[in-house]
């Protein structure tokens, strides 16, 4: 199997095979929440203009986003997983937009098959891509910002990686190693509301999701994702 991990909107570009777009703060994460919480379809965009729009041809949608981690006038909600765990989104349309994850998602035009990324689903994402096994496998990380390195990402991407190749590395000590990357520092400052602390620990709850998010169309300037249910693990 070629496993290839690539970065941010350019490196999505270019991928093939099953492609996971990883964005562990807080995109991807903040997705699963979401479905978790009864959405029945994502509609991911780079776009707030194509948002916004689209909420006021159906405002029954529910807009999830932000600009520098902070929500986008006009969204219900910011990209803030604690902001949601007690909405009920039973059967709603989701429609987000990020800076660096729906921007990539939306790049990987190439990939036979996209699904999310992030630690809070990594064992479902990695059965999945074991049960669907192409040749290619393409890792892409976001970015912070999507034009620099997150290590987040870049720790989910290995992680995935070491477990597909038989050598899974350990979990234990990456929230601590990310603590201090630039963009988890944001979660420990009390001055910035926009990032509460909870957020980080939220996307540090390694597989608390059985379930990956697909890539199930393609819309003009966005791609629509639904929650996939995996097998039982044995």
């Known amino acids: ?9 350019e490196g999505a570009a270019t991928a093939r095979g099953i492609t996971v ?17 009864g959405a029945a379809k994502i509609v991911a965009t780079g776009s707030i203009d194509y948002a916004l729009e689209y909420k006021r041809r159906d405002p029954a949608v529910i807009l999830v ?35 660096a994850g729906t ?28 049960t669907h096994a192409r040749d290619a496998v393409s890792l892409v990380c976001a970015g912070f910002e999507g034009n620099r390195e997150a290590l987040e990402d870049l720790l989910c991407a290995r992680y995935i990686e070491g477990a597909l190749r038989g050598n899974p590395a350990p979990f234990d000590s990456v929230p601590e190693q990310l603590r201090d990357a630039p ?17 980080f620990d939220l996307c540090m709850a390694l597989d608390r999701f059985d379930f990956v998010i697909r890539k199930t169309g393609t819309l003009e300037g966005a791609v629509t ?9 044995r």
């Not at 990539?104 to 999945?128: H, K, Q, W």
């Open 1 to 9: 199997m070629d496993i290839r991990i690539l970065h941010y909107a």
């Open 21 to 37: 777009i990883i964005d562990v703060f807080r995109a991807f994460s903040m997705a699963c929440y979401a479905v978790d919480r």
């Open 65 to 99: 986003g932000e600009r520098f981690a902070k929500k986008i006038e006009g969204f219900d909600f910011g990209n803030s997983p604690s902001e949601i765990l007690d909405v009920d989104l039973s059967s709603r349309t989701v429609v987000q937009t990020t800076h």
């Open 103 to 130: 921007r990539a998602l939306v790049a990987a035009t190439e990939a036979e098959d996209v699904i999310t990324g992030s630690f809070v689903n990594a064992g479902a994402i990695i059965r999945y891509i074991r």
């Open 183 to 199: 963009s988890a520092r944001r979660f420990f400052d009390p001055d910035d509301t926009a990032s509460p602390r909870i957020d």
């Open 225 to 233: 994702l639904e929650k996939m249910l995996l097998p039982p693990n």
